[in-house]
């Protein structure tokens, strides 16, 4: 079987530039209004998706672009690469991935960071439910705490941070909680973050997210 997940070693430079990521965007404050410090990264994992994966994503955002390029409106970003963007989305640990060079991923269905490895993000809201991707890796720790109403903070345990290449396509902006991308849109955009960046983002395609490491902290 192919290793479903590579652990990233020193000096591998795109574990660098995950790290960097990770850590900068973290941006999350304690009551006090005191910047928090970033989590401990226990390890970056490459994920080895398959050809078939690989190839929806490239699909789907070839679709994105030919949509895009036969709208009146030209939209530049995504006439050129679908507006893909590179975003987090956290997900429950509940095994040692990729601990001492292991590769492979468990079957427990409790541990969402494998089912999301092994199959994509197909089903993973159930019944048509959207894919939530965020900005930074802190807003992705808090709503998956909320959404699962976890306690995470207990210092001990692992999370697993998914990152991510995302096709936005036409964003339509404003989400009301209403789990419908209007024609002529491909995502849904919710509240926009202090630098334009789009802080919750919601598609409806599981082909439309590509996971590609995950940072186990």
Sequence with gaps: AMAAVTELGRGDSSKNIVEII?????????DEGIPEASPKIERVLKVNNTH???SRFEE?????????????????RCIADGNELLRFHAATLECSLGAHGSSSICASPACSACRII??????SGGGGSMIHTTATSGRAHDSLQTKERLDLSDEDDLHAMLVCRVIAGRMHKGFGGDAVVPSGFD???GEMGPFSNVDDLYVTSSRAVLPCFVVVY
């Excluded at 990770?22 to 304690?30: D, I, Q, V």
């Excluded at 092994?118 to 089903?123: A, C, E, H, L, T």
């Design 22 to 30: 990770f850590r900068t965007s973290w941006l999350k404050k304690r």
């Design 52 to 54: 078939r994966t690989i």
């Design 60 to 76: 789907y955002r070839d679709a994105v672009k030919s949509r895009a390029s036969s709208l009146p409106k030209k939209h530049a």
């Design 118 to 123: 092994k199959s994509g993000f197909r089903g």
């Design 187 to 189: 995502s849904i955009a």
